[in-house]
C-alpha cells in the first residue's frame, strides 16, 4: 500500500513540473494510488516505454488500435472468413463496438492479449509444424503471464490433443508453456531486480480477488450478484464447471471433431469465455476477448452430414445466433432498441451474448467431422 501511494505522489510532482501535459494532470487528479495489480511480467513489458507520459500514452494508443485490427484479420483468416468479411467485421468493431469504445478511452491491454491469442491461434493453424506447437504453447503461457485472466487456455488445449490421441502436439505445447512461463519469470525478475516480485504480486492478486465492486461502477460480471452473496469461492466454482463443460464437449468432438484450425480458434475462445462469464470483476473493455470466439463460429469450418441442406441450415444458424450474440455484446443496438441506458442494458446484454457464444462454441466442438461448407 505504501508503494502505491508512493508511485502516485511520483506522478503527482511530475505533473506539477511546467512541460508536463494536461493529460497527466488529469490523471493524477483522479487517483491517490497507483493501483499495482497487475502481474510483474505487465509491468516489464511497459519498462520498454520511455519516461514521457504524454509521448508514451499516444504510442501505446497507436499500438492497440493497430494490434486490434491485425487480431480481426488474423482470426478472420484462421477461422476461413473472406477478406471482405473480415474487413466488414473490423469496421463493425471500431465504430460500433462498445468494448473497443471502452478499451480506447482507458487505454487498457485487452488489445495486446487479443494480439497475442491471434498469433498463437495462428501458429496452432499451420499443421506439421512440431516448432510451432513448442512457440504457440510459450506465447499463450506468456499471455497468461501478461495477465493471468487466460490462465485456463493451455490447459484447454492439452485436454483436446490428449482427447484427439494428438499426445505429441500435447506434450510440445505442454513444453512450450513451460519454456514460456519460465522466460516471463526470469524477464520479470531481471527487470525488477528482484525475485521477490512473483510473490508479492500473489499477495496484490489476493486482495483484488476479494475486491467486489458493484453494478454502478461499470462492473458487468454476470456473475456479480452471486459473487457479492457468497464471495469469490463462486467464481472458481464455475469456472471448474464451465471447464468441465468444455472437456465434455472436446471428449464429443474428439474421434472425428471439427478441423484443427477453427478447433483451436474456439478452444481458445472458450478458455476466454470461461474467464468472462464467471470472474468477479469484468470491464467493459474484457469483452474484446470474446472475438476469438466470435470469428471462428462465423468462419467457414469443415461439415460432413447425411444431407447438405441440413449442412448449410446448420452453417446459417450458427452465424445468425453468433451474429445476435455480437450485437448484444456491442451494447448500443439493444440499448437503442429498448431507449434504455448504455449501463442499464451492459450488464443483461453481456451476460446474454456471452452465454450465447459460449453454447454455440460447445456444440461446435462436440459435433462430429464436417464436409467443407461450399
Keep these: 500500500a505504501d508503494g502505491r501511494e508512493a508511485l502516485a505522489g511520483d506522478g503527482q510532482a511530475r505533473a506539477a513540473l511546467p512541460e508536463a501535459g494536461q493529460r497527466l494532470r488529469l490523471a493524477t487528479r483522479q487517483r491517490s494510488r497507483v493501483e499495482t495489480f497487475s502481474t510483474p511480467f505487465l509491468y516489464s513489458a511497459f519498462a520498454l516505454f520511455g519516461p514521457d507520459y504524454e509521448t508514451s500514452y499516444q504510442l501505446y494508443r497507436a499500438l492497440s488500435l493497430m494490434a486490434m485490427c491485425i487480431s480481426i484479420l488474423l482470426l478472420g483468416r484462421t477461422a476461413g472468413l473472406h477478406l471482405r468479411w473480415s474487413l466488414l467485421l473490423l469496421a463493425f468493431v471500431l465504430f460500433l463496438y462498445q468494448p473497443l469504445d471502452s478499451e480506447v478511452r482507458v487505454a487498457n491491454v485487452n488489445a ?84 521477490r516480485c512473483w510473490a508479492q504480486w500473489r499477495i496484490a492478486a489476493t486482495e483484488l480477488a476479494t475486491t467486489i465492486l458493484p453494478r454502478s461502477a461499470g462492473n458487468v460480471a454476470p456473475l456479480l450478484s452471486l459473487v457479492q452473496r457468497s464471495g469469490p469461492l463462486v467464481s472458481a466454482l464455475s469456472a471448474a464447471f464451465l471447464t468441465a463443460l468444455a472437456a465434455g464437449a472436446l471428449a464429443l ?71 445476435l450474440a455480437l450485437s448484444a455484446l456491442a451494447i448500443d443496438p439493444w440499448s437503442i432498441a429498448t431507449r434504455l441506458s448504455r449501463a442499464a442494458v451492459a450488464p443483461v446484454a453481456v451476460t446474454s451474448g456471452l452465454l450465447i457464444l459460449f453454447l454455440l462454441s460447445l456444440g461446435e466442438l462436440a459435433r462430429g467431422a464436417r464436409m467443407e461448407q461450399r
Design 253 to 323: 468432438g474428439r474421434r472425428t471433431g471439427i478441423d484443427e484450425h477453427r478447433k483451436g480458434q474456439l478452444v481458445v475462445g472458450v478458455g476466454a469465455l470461461i474467464y468472462l462469464m464467471t470472474a468477479g470483476l469484468v470491464w467493459l473493455h474484457y469483452i474484446l476477448l470474446a472475438l476469438p470466439s466470435a470469428i471462428a463460429l462465423l468462419g467457414k469450418g469443415r461439415f460432413r452430414v447425411m444431407s447438405a441442406t441440413r449442412g448449410l441450415t446448420h452453417v446459417a444458424a450458427v452465424r445468425s445466433a453468433t451474429l
Design 112 to 195: 495486446i492479449q487479443l494480439l497475442m491469442l491471434a498469433a498463437g491461434i495462428s501458429m496452432l493453424s499451420i499443421g506439421d509444424a512440431p516448432r510451432l506447437d513448442v512457440a504457440s504453447g510459450a506465447l499463450f503461457a506468456i499471455t497468461a503471464a501478461f495477465k493471468p485472466n487466460l490462465l485456463l487456455i493451455v490447459p484447454l488445449l492439452l485436454i483436446g490433443k490428449w482427447l484427439t490421441g494428438d499426445r505429441g502436439s500435447a506434450r510440445r505445447i505442454a513444453a512450450g508453456a513451460l519454456l514460456g512461463a519460465g522466460s516471463a519469470m526470469v524477464v520479470s525478475g531481471l527487470v525488477f531486480g528482484s525475485w
